[in-house]
T-cell receptor
Framework: DQQVKQNSPSLSVQEGRISILNCDYT??????FLWYKKYPAEGPTFLIS?????DKNEDGRFTVFLNKSAKHLSLHIVPSQPGDSAVYFC?????????????FGKGTHLIIQP | EAGVTQSPTHLIKTRGQQATLRCSPI?????VYWYQQALGLGLQFLLW???????NRGNFPPRFSGRQFPNYSSELNVNALELEDSALYLC???????????FGPGTRLLVL
């Protein structure tokens, strides 16, 4: 049973436009959500997180939105740049930063086209 | 500041053998986590170590074990290797167990 779902395996966006990556979760105990970016042959790199007490968090070009009632979060990247091409993982935790381990989605491969 | 480091980068073993993977956390981080990313699957939580103790484990058999040393580095041992253990093994560390986890580059294990 997948508790964190990223339903788009891949997404293609033109350079300079907005990239929107989506994530849905089923476990109502999740209270902390993170986005990681992963290049081939590297470990995931932390991008941005959000606690369930907030509905939005911004860091530069990256904004994460959380809709608790819909159990949905999204990552917005504006403007998209070629270096943003990578696999993006959504992760969730029921215990803050992840004392029970983070639960990951399967990832969305973002391709930024020139 | 140095990030999380893992060794070796690649490891080839045969069925039934044991594999040992190593991880050094970011300086000052006391929690170490291990994850497995098998082909076609997302990252799956394996083990969490904090202050030298195993605090939690994911849904993996007991032949996956490890330890954390006094300097907070960690070792993952996989005994009686099976073909399906072939995967990327990622280590992450955090300052405290409720803080953001930062990942190393991983060890790619191939079981033949």
């Amino acid at each position: 049973d997948q508790q964190v779902k990223q339903n788009s395996p891949s997404l293609s966006v033109q350079e300079g436009r907005i990239s929107i990556l989506n994530c849905d979760y089923t476990n109502s105990m999740f209270d902390y959500f993170l986005w990681y970016k992963k290049y081939p042959a590297e470990g995931p790199t932390f991008l941005i997180s959000i606690s369930s007490i907030k509905d939005k968090n911004e860091d530069g070009r990256f904004t994460v939105f959380l809709n608790k009632s819909a159990k949905h979060l999204s990552l917005h990247i504006v403007p998209s740049q070629p270096g943003d091409s990578a696999v993006y993982f959504c992760a969730a935790s029921a215990t803050g930063g992840g004392a029970d381990g983070l639960t990951f989605g399967k990832g969305t491969h973002l391709i930024i086209q020139p | 500041e140095a990030g999380v480091t893992q060794s070796p980068t690649h490891l080839i073993k045969t069925r039934g053998q044991q594999a040992t993977l190593r991880c050094s956390p970011i300086s000052g981080h006391t929690s170490v986590y291990w994850y497995q990313q098998a082909l076609g699957l997302g990252l799956q939580f394996l083990l969490w170590y904090d202050e030298g103790e195993e605090r939690n484990r994911g849904n993996f058999p007991p032949r996956f074990s490890g330890r954390q040393f006094p300097n907070y580095s960690s070792e993952l041992n996989v005994n009686a290797l099976e073909l399906e253990d072939s995967a990327l093994y990622l280590c992450a560390s955090s300052l405290f167990n409720w803080e953001t986890q930062y990942f190393g580059p991983g060890t790619r294990l191939l079981v033949l």
